[in-house]
C-alpha cells in the first residue's frame, strides 16, 4: 500500500478547478485508487522516468518512491496540454 501526496497542492488546486465537475470526481477517484499502484489498469511509464495515468482525454502525472512507499502526483490536465 503506498501514500499518494500532491507534489505542489495550489498547483493542483487550480489545475482541478478548470476541469468539468464529473470529471474532478473521476481524477480524484483514480488519485485515491493510485495506492494500489501498482495494481492500477492503464498505469503508463514515461520516458521521463514518472508515470501517467489515462482519465479519458485527461492525463494525470506521478511519480513512485517505492522504497518509501510514496506516490507524488504532479499535475493533471487535458492530453493536449499536459506534456508541455
Known amino acids: 500500500m503506498f501514500s499518494v501526496f500532491i507534489d ?3 498547483r493542483f ?3 482541478m478547478r478548470v476541469l468539468p465537475e464529473f470529471m ?18 492503464q498505469i503508463k511509464k ?9 482519465v479519458g ?11 518509501k512507499g510514496l506516490i507524488l ?3 493533471v490536465g487535458h ?3 499536459i506534456y508541455r
Do not use: C
Not at 480524484?28 to 492500477?40: H, T
Not at 482525454?57 to 522504497?67: I, K, N, S
Open 46 to 54: 514515461l520516458s521521463n522516468g514518472g508515470y501517467r495515468i489515462r
Open 24 to 41: 474532478q470526481r473521476k481524477v480524484a477517484a483514480v488519485i485515491e485508487q493510485l495506492a494500489q499502484f501498482p495494481k492500477v489498469q
Open 57 to 67: 482525454d485527461y492525463r494525470v502525472l506521478f511519480d513512485v518512491d517505492e522504497g
Open 79 to 81: 492530453r493536449r496540454d
Open 8 to 10: 505542489h497542492p495550489k
Open 13 to 15: 488546486e487550480k489545475q
Open 73 to 75: 502526483v504532479y499535475g
